[in-house]
């Protein structure tokens, strides 16, 4: 195909200009072109007009629909941004971080249990359904898009994938949901349908999956010879999405009845252990495509996954699936600005806003792989030496006391000081030294829990620094060999290939093998042993991605981690330079039944009164 760009301009109100090519690196942006989809808030199925979308135009030029296509991967990070709620995102409503957000926010009302259907937003219902409309109107239009007969085939099978991937945040969000097939809303159309069960949801995505996976290429660059389709849906992507899907259907929060639930929304209506079966089987069919491998093309290995891979010549083995975003300098930055230090702010904001919990802290383990609480990993307690040879995953992850960080000016990384009490007064211009005036507990521009976020952050993007452009990834190899160890422990217990998978993530880490070669892990666990360290490792090896508030929910252990306080630490510098170290509470965390899944907004009940409301709302 021809390497062209296509400029549109002027082509709606409120919408800003879009310049995007087919033989372009997959950069995407979240405006659309040619009022492809809404340029303001819509409500359920909202229907644009007809008219505001001139299917003659886009679909008989073949790079009118390329772009089509290309803006359907607009929203694919929208449950997993960290600036989705304002400040850190869901995982601001677990037990990983603290937020700076006002008590108005969605961060506030599902940290205090206040959620509840007038106060809870609408963005995972709006955008999911102006998604599934447009993948629809390109499923009406395929047949005569002047392209070859296996061209098409990759179009059909990428907008199938997206299809279902947005189907998939609707599904984990609220449970199920109307299913509308291929049908295109018109105006003036009544919509009021009921919402379809859980498992129909279910296996309707899971048949998408199965569809885009046989339409897909393992490798679309491979497939195509074109370096530009680097970051598209792939087989590998296809099958991954359905992995997770299983092992969310598996487990005890949707695998099972329940008394409330007798129209089966948020249940499948029984128990069934090979729903584990099939949930391992989904992961270890993304593990034979042979695609993949754990990154370590450039070390630190764990930090510097989540910086490659953003083109077919910085590739990551690791990386399943990928939203590329456009390469604007404040979109390149959003972590940074959200999270970094004050003394190593952005040019955009210089108050971070979102802040490690104790509690993820101490869920990191020993360099020797022992988690800190079992008397061989050598950790010595709360005090000056707590964060001496940790898990090196912590340091790829948490910004404490004494970490090191870049800082313009200095040739090295320097120290960030979180402490509060005695402050060096000279010289108060150098955060090397004095940083805690800033960077400080109970500072304005402060950490509210004694630690900053780190992880997929790059180090010297700060104060005006360099910028790195980087991929949001959104499934990586390490997440499916733990939904393939979890499912296979589910169903059958411990096995050697779950150690031997667990082995290979501890290893990539940096975690010391020992002397009997098991990285920290107990030979010959029970079943009930393996469940509870999968669990630590996942909320380690995955911390701060999007997975800590789903999975408590989906193990139903939401009511033991997160119906109580959460914690941070005061750490005290005397006027000898020594410290004290105070655990302290910084969140009362509500947790209630009703919380296992979002409410459906109650401006789409209205609209629709043959949709029931999920459980306790």
Not at 373 to 380: E, H, R, W
Not at 499 to 504: A, C, H, N, Q
Request: with cysteine; net charge positive; proline share 5%.
């Amino acid at each position: 195909m021809k390497k062209t760009i296509l400029v549109y301009k002027n082509i709606g109100a409120g919408c800003l200009n879009l310049m995007i090519g087919s033989g372009s690196r997959l950069m995407f942006t979240a405006m659309l072109i040619a009022g492809l989809s809404a340029c303001r808030k819509a409500g359920f199925l909202d229907q644009k007009k007809l008219s505001q979308i001139d299917e003659n135009t886009v679909f008989t030029d073949s790079l009118n629909s390329w772009n089509y296509i290309n803006s359907r991967y607009s929203n694919l990070s929208y449950s997993w941004e960290p600036n989705r709620w304002g400040r850190g995102g869901v995982d601001a409503a677990s037990d990983e971080v603290q937020s700076a957000n006002a008590p108005t926010e969605q961060e506030t009302y599902w940290a205090g249990g206040a959620i509840n259907p007038s106060n809870v937003t609408a963005e995972i219902w709006t955008i999911t359904w102006q998604q599934v409309r447009a993948v629809n109107i390109f499923l009406k239009n395929q047949a005569r898009i002047p392209m070859t007969a296996n061209t098409k085939k990759l179009l059909e099978g990428q907008m199938r994938f997206l299809r279902a991937w947005y189907y998939a945040t609707m599904l984990k969000t609220y449970g199920g949901f109307p299913l509308i097939g291929n049908t295109i809303f018109s105006d003036g159309d009544a919509i009021d349908l009921p919402r379809n069960t859980y498992e129909e949801c279910l296996n309707y995505i899971i048949s998408e999956c199965d569809a885009a996976a046989s339409l897909l290429p393992v490798d679309f660059v491979a497939a195509t010879g074109n370096p530009a389709d680097y970051g598209r849906a792939t087989k590998g992507a296809a099958l991954a999405l359905k992995a997770r899907l299983l092992l969310y259907a598996a487990s005890p929060l949707v695998n099972a009845s329940r008394g409330d639930d007798p129209a089966r929304l948020v249940s499948l209506g029984n128990t069934d252990p090979n729903r584990w079966k099939h949930a391992a089987d989904a992961a270890q069919a993304v593990i034979n495509l042979g695609q993949y491998t754990l990154f370590r093309r450039v070390t630190p290995f764990f930090y510097n996954q989540f910086l490659n891979g953003l083109t077919a010549s910085t590739p990551n083995s690791e990386a399943v699936f990928s939203f590329l975003p456009a390469t604007t300098t404040q979109n390149n930055m959003i972590r940074e600005t959200l999270a970094n230090p004050a003394t190593r702010g952005t040019r955009y904001q210089s108050t971070p806003s979102c802040f490690p919990l104790q509690e993820l802290v101490d869920a990191f383990g020993m360099a020797n792989g022992k988690a800190i609480d079992d008397p061989a990993s050598g950790y010595p307690g709360t005090g000056n030496n707590m964060y001496l040879n940790r898990d090196p995953r912590f340091y790829a992850s948490i910004t404490y006391n004494g970490g090191l960080r870049f800082l313009n000016g200095k040739a090295t990384d320097q120290p960030v000081w979180t402490y509060t009490g005695d402050i060096p007064s000279s010289p108060t211009n150098d955060a090397s030294i004095s940083g805690a005036r800033t960077d400080g507990i109970y500072t304005a521009t402060g950490t509210s829990t004694g630690y900053f976020a780190y992880k997929m952050l790059a180090n010297n993007v700060a104060n005006g620094g360099v910028e790195l452009n980087r991929p949001r990834i959104l499934i990586r190899y390490a997440e499916v060999l733990l939904n393939a160890a979890e499912a296979n422990n589910e169903f059958s217990g411990p096995s050697s290939q779950i150690y031997t998978w667990l082995k290979d993530i501890r290893d990539r880490a940096g975690i010391a093998a020992g002397t009997d070669g098991m990285y920290g892990m107990k030979a010959n666990m029970t079943q009930e042993e393996m469940r509870i360290f999968l669990q630590r490792e996942r909320r380690v090896e995955l911390a701060l991605e999007e997975h800590r508030f789903w999975d408590v929910r989906r193990w139903k252990i939401a009511p033991q981690v997160l119906n109580q306080d959460l914690h941070g630490m005061e750490i005290t510098r005397a006027s000898n330079g020594s410290y004290s170290y105070r655990t302290i509470v910084v969140r009362k965390n509500v947790f209630r039944d009703n919380m296992y899944f979002f409410p459906i907004p109650q401006a789409e009940l209205t609209k629709a009164p043959s949709m029931k409301q999920n459980p306790g709302y």
